[in-house]
């Protein structure tokens, strides 16, 4: 594998969302071997900065489910967020929804609060152009042309690496996509149950324990 890329919470973090050391010491020691790892998240572009900047990360960004991605070509925002506002406002009419906290700074999706069941989101937009995703810690209201698999073949271009010489792990149902295009899947003991039918491997310790299991077995072994 030529690059690791790595959803955050969930995947690396533990089920408090506070990072684990584990996975830290991983991603330190795949750096120093000459192996960028690529932040695949549903976070914010500043928030997920913060991250690759406190993590010592180099191979780039995909931020907001695949609504932007920055690398040493610099920022695209690819996300439509019109599409995202519109049908926030509708379900706003219908439903006592929230965004999350810090919302302003999100420039691609909306993220909401897991104060109503996702299930009654896509019921009530189902007639609207947006992708829904609940990553266990937001429910995001996002543009369907982008997703993570699709942002992360943009970043592996700007890498000069092609996409199947990537090594993706993750934990939820909006990292199904850029597990897809990797080269090779690999879901944590703590993932949904899709992404573990679809993974090459599946760890056998849970968050940031099973991602620095993955980077240890497939790319520091």
Known sequence: MKAIALDIDGTITNKNRRACISA?????????SGIPVIIVTGNMLCSSRMISTLLGTTGGLVAENGGIIETS?????????????????YLKSKHDVDKVDLSNHRISEIALTRKIPVEVIKETLKDFEVKIYDSKFAIHLTDPAVNKGSSLRMVAADLGINVKDIMAIGDGENDIEFLEVSGLKVAVAN???????????????????????AIYKFVLK
Do not use: W
């Open 24 to 32: 830290i010491k991983a991603i330190h020691q795949a750096e120093d």
């Open 73 to 89: 070509n610099g920022r695209k925002i690819l996300g439509d967020f019109n599409k995202c506002e519109k049908a926030y406002n």
């Open 191 to 213: 993932a949904n149950p899709e992404l573990k039918n679809m993974a090459d491997y599946v760890t056998t310790s849970y968050y940031g324990d099973g991602a620095a299991e």
